[in-house]
């Protein structure tokens, strides 16, 4: 089972911007994909963005452009740099792995971590 641990979370103001960090630990299968999920108060949890073990990324219609996912293979690290934060993005940030293919969907990730707290005033 893959461990990980997010960091960075905090409160800011509309327009601010924050960088959530993953540490994970174990070896990675060889083909792998990292997510970042966002869980709003009242609301199930959805992708965000993810990134695939070649690098590519895939970032949901609301975000895009205001935030980028990215991997530190060296420092078994994965980013979420958002900017420009609404109100909206507010909630319970998530990271999550999986071996194989990418998807967006949480129900097919079964590695998370607790997550970190993310909350944006207006």
């Known amino acids: 089972q893959v461990q990980l641990v997010e960091s960075g979370g905090g409160s800011v103001q509309a327009g601010g911007s924050l960088r959530l960090s993953c540490a994970y630990s174990?070896?990675?299968?060889?083909?792998?994909?990292m997510g970042w999920f966002h869980q709003a108060p009242g609301k199930e949890r959805e992708g965000v963005a993810i990134?695939?073990?070649?690098?590519?990324?895939t970032y949901e219609d609301s975000v895009k452009g205001r935030f980028t996912i990215s991997k530190d293979k060296a420092k078994d690290t994965v980013y979420l740099q958002m900017n420009d934060l609404t109100p909206e993005d507010t909630g319970m940030y998530y990271c999550?792995?999986?071996?194989?293919?990418?998807?967006?969907?949480?129900?097919?990730?079964?590695?998370w971590g607790q997550g970190t707290q993310v909350t944006v005033s207006s």
């Open positions: 174990k070896i990675m299968s060889t083909s792998y994909c």
């Open positions: 999550a792995a999986r071996g194989g293919s990418c998807f967006m969907s949480q129900t097919f990730y079964y590695d």
């Open positions: 990134i695939s073990n070649s690098g590519s990324t």
